[in-house]
C-alpha cells in the first residue's frame, strides 16, 4: 500500500465486496469468502458491518467525540486525557486499521432477532450474547483463513474488541510501514481537533495505541 492508502486518503487497494456492502483490500476478499463458507456450514451467517473506512469518516468520529461538551456542572477533561480515553475505543484518523480494507467488524446475521440494533459492546460476544457462538466459531477457526484479533486486551492499549478481525498477511505489512513521520504529515493537514496535543506526543501514541496489538 502507498501513503494514500494507508492513511485512508484513497481506494485505489479496494475492490467491492456486493453481497456484504462494503470494499475490502483486494487481498482479503477470497479468504474472506472462504471463512463466510466455512462458517456457513456451521450455522452462522458472518456479515462485516464495518470495514473499509475512509480518513474523512474516522476524523468526523474523532472530532465529535474529542469535542461532545461534559456533562452540566462536569469540568471537561484535559486534552490528554480526552485523547486517551478515546483511543480506548476508537483510532487516530490516519492510523485506524479500518483504512487498509484489511479489517472487518463481524456479526452473526442469522442471530440477530427481527430489529435488532447492533452496538458492537463486548456483552453481545459474552456467553449469553447473540453472537457468543460466533465468537466461539472464530476463536477457533479464523486462523485457519489468516484472520485474527488484534484487540484482545492483552498488549494493545486499544480495549478488547471481540468482533473486530483482521487479514494478518496484508494487514501486518500495513502496520510496519505506517510510520509516526507520515502520521503527522497527514494530522498536520487536517482540521482535527485536539491536533496540537496530539502531534506533541504522537510517537507514543503511534508505539501504544498503532503498533501495539495482540498478534496472532
Not at 39 to 60: C, H, I, N, P
Not at 175 to 199: C, F, H, W, Y
Request: net charge neutral.
Amino acid at each position: 500500500m502507498n501513503a494514500l492508502e494507508l492513511t485512508g486518503r484513497a481506494r485505489t487497494h479496494l475492490v467491492e465486496v456486493p453481497d456484504q456492502g462494503c470494499q475490502l483490500h483486494r487481498q482479503v476478499t477470497t479468504p474472506f469468502e472462504q471463512l463466510r463458507g466455512a462458517a456457513t456450514k456451521a450455522g452462522f451467517d458472518l456479515v462485516a458491518v464495518s470495514a473499509f473506512r475512509d480518513f474523512e469518516r474516522q476524523l468526523a468520529i474523532w472530532n465529535a467525540k474529542y469535542d461532545k461538551p461534559a456533562a452540566p456542572g462536569v469540568v471537561a477533561a484535559a486534552p490528554d486525557d480526552r485523547i486517551d480515553a478515546i483511543l480506548q475505543w476508537s483510532a487516530l484518523p490516519g492510523a485506524s486499521r479500518h483504512h487498509w480494507g484489511t479489517d472487518m467488524d463481524l456479526i452473526d446475521r442469522a442471530a440477530s432477532p427481527p430489529g435488532y440494533r447492533v452496538r458492537l459492546v463486548p456483552e453481545e460476544y459474552a456467553p449469553g450474547g447473540p453472537f457468543a457462538a460466533a465468537a466461539e466459531w472464530l476463536e477457533i477457526h479464523a486462523g485457519r483463513f489468516g484472520f485474527f484479533r488484534p484487540y484482545r486486551g492483552i498488549c494493545s492499549g486499544v480495549q478488547a474488541e471481540p468482533w473486530h478481525f483482521s487479514f494478518a498477511p496484508t494487514a501486518e505489512q500495513a502496520r510496519k510501514n505506517l510510520t509516526p513521520a507520515l502520521l503527522r504529515e497527514v494530522i498536520g493537514q487536517a482540521d482535527m481537533s485536539g491536533k496540537d496535543a496530539v502531534l506533541a506526543r504522537l510517537e507514543d501514541i503511534v508505539g501504544r495505541y498503532v503498533r501495539s496489538i495482540d498478534l496472532p
